[in-house]
């Protein structure tokens, strides 16, 4: 148990629909990553956050958009989802920005009909 | 830019027989390499990170790396293969700019035990 937790575990939803995906970090870390897990497209970074503030964004797409509250917890919003957004969507946590050790949650499967 | 390539995304070893995961990466800045298991319906799990220092690192389940700068490799060994040992494995790269400490990893390669 890696200490960061991710709910729910698995979607399904419709095409059009919006989701949200939770993470809650690892006690003390300020940083959270989001990674999407697909079989065309392995896995890609999508953003990250460090005490609240975007920190840096990777393959995401305009569609989707995250946020981490002050609690430090975050979520990753998807919108208008299409069917190739089907894919496992992992939370990391680390304690600063520098390098640090990426503690990854379970995943959330997300199905997409 | 990184980047991250791992040869062989199947590879099948007998049970006590050597295991070798191969890893090349490229990097503008020195890297800090990881890599990370992945078991079925499971998330990711660290193996074992180099930062600096010694290039040989040793990680949890008997997996160990060596980091050459040369070769820009990072292979994954373990001198004894278990059927406990299968699973997907991923070696991932880390490199700062400026806080932008996103991993790039690698396509994975699944490792599969032959009792």
């Known amino acids: 148990d890696s200490g960061v937790t991710q709910t729910p575990k698995h979607l399904i939803t419709a095409t059009g629909q919006r989701v949200t995906l939770r993470c809650s970090p690892r006690?003390?870390?300020?940083?959270v990553y989001w990674y999407q897990q697909s079989l065309d497209q392995g896995l890609q970074f999508l953003i990250q956050?460090?005490?609240?503030?975007?920190?840096a964004k990777g393959n995401i797409l305009e569609r989707f958009s995250a946020q981490q509250f002050p609690d430090l917890h975050s979520e990753l919003n998807l919108s208008s989802l299409e069917l190739g957004d089907s894919a496992l969507y992992f939370c990391?946590?680390?304690?600063?920005?520098?390098?640090?050790?990426?503690?990854f949650g379970p995943g959330t499967r997300l199905l997409v009909l | 830019a990184q980047s991250v390539t791992q040869l062989g995304s199947h590879v099948s070893v007998s049970e006590g027989a050597l295991v070798l995961l191969r890893c090349n990466y490229s990097?503008?800045?020195?890297?800090?390499l990881f890599w990370y298991v992945q078991y079925p319906n499971q998330g990711l799990q660290l193996l074992l990170k180099y930062t600096t220092g010694a290039t040989l690192v040793k990680g949890i389940n008997g997996f160990e790396a060596e980091f050459k700068k040369s070769e820009t490799s990072f292979h994954l060994t373990k001198p004894s293969a278990h059927m406990s040992d299968a699973a997907e494995y991923f070696c991932?790269?880390?490199?700062?700019?400026?806080?932008?400490?996103?991993?790039?990893f690698g396509t994975g390669t699944r490792l599969t035990i032959i009792p």
């Open positions: 956050y460090y005490n609240g503030e975007e920190r």
């Open positions: 006690s003390g870390d300020l940083s």
């Open positions: 990391a946590s680390s304690v600063g920005s520098y390098q640090e050790t990426q503690y």
């Open positions: 991932a790269v880390s490199a700062s700019n400026f806080g932008n400490e996103k991993l790039t």
């Open positions: 990097s503008s800045v020195p890297p800090y």
